[in-house]
């Protein structure tokens, strides 16, 4: 299979700030997504991003393919930003994605 | 457009005894996945599927079996619950003809008493 590491596991972050979520793969791989898992659970799509840059209003993520990392960005954060934020891999001969253990980001008022 | 509709949202059990979960995606996906997720963990992929018809094992795959008769659909059977099998289960499907984007359900949260 393929190994994901996601750092930092846990993010404590006050109301406006930035801050920058790793992604590390040990394979090459087809597609890369990025998730928000927020306080009710609802797992939400945030980026497909196998390669290149994407931005998507305050958030944004970059995949380096050929180093296998992956990048998200939040910016000016939110307290509606808390939650579990997921990257999943997936290579195609495999027919199944694997997940990274997560990074928890607590946005205080 | 719903994408991936679960049924039923909450359901408490008793040991012993039996239920299906049942997933249906209206985007004509190929690929189908069940993962469960325990609370403060990530997901772990129970089975899945490739097409109709098809069903393999994933990580966790003992005390579930899986049906994929229909493309749209993917149901998930408890035979005999226990209480390790509470926890809140997701099911996903994804386009692999096209960018193979996966796409999740809202949960169904399950407790075994």
């Known amino acids: 299979g393929i190994q994901v590491e996601q750092s930092p596991p846990d993010l404590i972050l006050q109301e406006g700030a930035n801050s920058t979520l790793r992604c590390n793969f040990s394979?090459?791989?087809?597609?890369l997504q990025w998730f928000h898992q927020n306080p009710w659970g609802q797992l939400i799509n945030l980026f497909y991003?196998?390669?290149g840059t994407k931005q998507n209003g305050r958030l944004s993520a970059t995949t380096v393919a050929t180093e296998r990392y992956s990048l998200l960005y939040i910016s000016s954060s939110q307290t509606t930003d808390s939650g579990v934020y997921f990257c999943a891999v997936l290579k195609y001969n495999f027919n199944k994605f694997y997940f990274g253990s997560g990074t928890k980001l607590n946005v205080k008022p | 457009n719903a994408g991936v509709t679960q049924t039923p949202k909450f359901r408490v059990l008793k040991t012993g005894q039996s239920m299906t979960l049942l997933c249906a995606q209206d985007?004509?996906?190929?690929?189908m996945y069940w993962y469960r997720q325990d609370p403060g963990m990530g997901l772990r992929l129970i089975h899945y599927?490739?097409?109709?018809?098809?069903?393999a094992k994933g990580e966790v795959p003992d005390g579930y079996n899986v049906s994929r008769l229909k493309k749209q659909n993917f149901l998930l059977g408890l035979e005999s619950a226990a209480p390790s099998q509470t926890s809140v289960y997701f099911c996903a499907s994804s386009d692999r003809t096209n960018t193979g984007e996966l796409f999740f359900g809202e949960g169904s949260r399950l407790t075994v008493l």
């Open positions: 985007m004509n996906h190929e690929y």
């Open positions: 599927s490739v097409g109709e018809g098809t069903t």
């Open positions: 394979d090459s791989v087809n597609n």
């Open positions: 991003i196998p390669s």
